[in-house]
């Protein structure tokens, strides 16, 4: 079974620049999840999606953040314009929905390296 | 205000050695606990986990402790080997349920300490 994709592996734009940054969960996974890991510090939640649905979207630093799960598939996060202090690792996960008494496990993509000049 | 915090950056073991890795919590809300661990240009690998309602989850080289009135966890890898170095992440959730009554939620996670096991 393939895992979670994550595309570009590295992006390097500059400041006022757009990036779009793609993650495919793993097959029949309805939740996702996007984080960010910036300058080796915590991994913080921007948002979770249950199939396309936003469920959760209290982490998203600001409107020049936006997420999409068009077909509650594969997500899409853009960046427009990207700030310096965008930079960082931007990481997906997925999970699915288990049985009642068991809390899902999240599966994290390898992750997007953002880097703004 | 971090919620999730592991105070030892790095950490540093003798092969055969136990490795304890510990994180503290300030959210009382948070009811689920999970380790993650994380290879270089990997994303990160789920570990162990446990609940609120034990003290102790067990599975294989791999044990976490809960201290809820401290609001503190540990691993403890014994014996650690060196295939274990790595970022070790502690993250914690609250016990969220769908309508399905599913539990799923957003994880709040610590800095990292990054392990080093030596042959």
């Known amino acids: 079974e393939a895992g979670v994709t994550q595309f570009p592996s590295h992006s390097v734009i500059e400041k006022g620049q757009t990036v779009t940054l793609r993650c495919d969960p793993i097959s029949g996974h309805d939740n996702l999840y996007w984080y960010r890991r910036v300058m080796g510090k915590e991994i913080k939640f921007l948002l979770h999606?249950?199939?396309?649905?936003?469920?959760?979207e209290s982490g998203m630093p600001n409107n020049r953040f936006l997420a999409e799960r068009t077909g509650g598939t594969y997500s899409t996060l853009k960046v427009q314009p990207a700030e310096l202090e965008d930079s960082g690792v931007y990481f997906c996960?997925?999970?699915?929905?288990?049985?009642?008494?068991?809390?899902?496990?999240?599966?994290f993509g390898p992750g997007t390296r953002l880097t703004v000049l | 205000d971090q919620q999730v915090k592991q105070n030892s950056p790095s950490l540093s073991v003798q092969e055969g050695r136990i490795s304890i890795l510990n994180c503290d919590y300030t959210?009382?809300?948070?009811?689920?606990f999970l380790w993650y661990k994380k290879y270089p240009a990997e994303g990160p690998t789920f570990l162990i986990s446990i609940s609120s309602i034990k003290d102790k989850n067990e599975d294989g080289r791999f044990t976490v402790f809960l201290n809820k009135s401290a609001k503190h966890l540990s691993l403890h890898i014994v014996p650690s080997q060196p295939g274990d170095s790595a970022v070790y992440f502690c993250?914690?959730?609250?016990?969220?349920?769908?309508?399905?009554?599913?539990?799923?939620?957003?994880?709040?996670f610590g800095q990292g300490t990054i392990l080093t096991v030596h042959p």
């Open positions: 996960a997925s999970s699915q929905d288990e049985s009642p008494d068991v809390t899902d496990t999240q599966y």
């Open positions: 993250a914690a959730s609250p016990e969220l349920t769908n309508a399905g009554g599913t539990s799923y939620g957003k994880l709040t």
């Open positions: 959210n009382s809300m948070f009811d689920y």
């Open positions: 999606f249950v199939k396309e649905s936003k469920q959760d």
